[in-house]
């Protein structure tokens, strides 16, 4: 069965310094993963996604992602963080375990940053 | 830009009542999901569709929990009764047809069963 794993319940950076929310996966195939943000009482938003191709992706709002098969990592990172980054991020994969003609996504248990002013 | 359209945002009911959650997914979009979303948690599965047709349901408990979409557009997901455990956060969701296809969320319901 495919799986996410998010081992930070929560992240603090300081604003303007980089900032890292890690996620590892296991899962049958090729592994399609994403990375959402939710705010309080929102639904998620899609940030980015990696299919194929580059490891490096970009997305929304400055944010990146690096996918690392060796170390079945999907890292998601952002350059210089701002207060407004501060919410629940979520990191998922969907790969052939979801079953016949299911796109599930499973998502992992959320990280929490924080961004200190 | 478009969007996908839940109601109610918010639900307050009693064990023992009936709820229903209404979803209106981006126009165009083939595949509708629904998740349940309980605090702390990521979201997990309750039942996809595609077009008016139920892909999985494997993870919907059957006995209490009913969704539909009739027309292949928009979806009703039902509880009856509800259990206080059900309260949560209640996600639509939906997708072009592929498999790399991007979900995109609704703002969800959030359930409290007293």
């Known amino acids: 069965a495919q799986s996410v794993a998010q081992p930070e319940d929560q992240v603090n950076v300081a604003e303007g310094n980089p900032l890292t929310v890690k996620c590892t996966y296991s899962?049958?195939?090729?592994?399609?993963l994403f990375w959402y943000v939710q705010y309080p009482n929102r639904g998620l938003q899609f940030l980015l996604k990696?299919?194929?191709?580059?490891?490096l992706v970009k997305g929304s709002y400055g944010f990146e992602a690096e996918f690392n098969k060796s170390q079945t990592s999907f890292h998601l990172k952002k350059p210089s963080a701002l207060v407004s980054d501060s919410a629940l991020y979520f990191c998922?994969?969907?790969?052939?375990?979801?079953?016949?003609?299911?796109?599930?996504?499973?998502f992992g248990k959320g990280t929490k940053l924080s961004v200190i002013p | 830009e478009a969007e996908v359209a839940q109601s109610p945002r918010y639900k307050i009911t009693e064990k023992s009542q009936a709820v229903a959650f209404w979803c209106d997914p981006i126009?165009?979009?083939?595949?509708l999901y629904w998740y349940r979303q309980i605090l702390g948690q990521g979201p997990e599965l309750l039942v996809q569709?595609?077009?008016?047709?139920?892909?999985?349901d494997s993870q919907l408990p059957k006995d209490r929990f009913s969704a539909e979409r009739l027309k292949g557009v928009d979806s009703t997901l039902k509880i009856q009764p509800a259990e206080l455990g059900d309260s949560a956060m209640y996600l639509c969701?939906?997708?072009?047809?592929?498999?790399?296809?991007?979900?995109?969320f609704g703002p969800g319901t959030r359930l409290t069963v007293l």
């Open positions: 969701a939906s997708s072009l047809e592929g498999l790399t296809d991007t979900q995109y």
């Open positions: 899962v049958s195939g090729n592994p399609y």
């Open positions: 990696y299919i194929t191709g580059d490891n």
């Open positions: 998922a994969v969907r790969g052939v375990d979801s079953g016949a003609g299911s796109y599930q996504l499973t």
């Open positions: 126009s165009g979009h083939a595949t």
């Open positions: 569709f595609q077009d008016e047709s139920v892909v999985d």
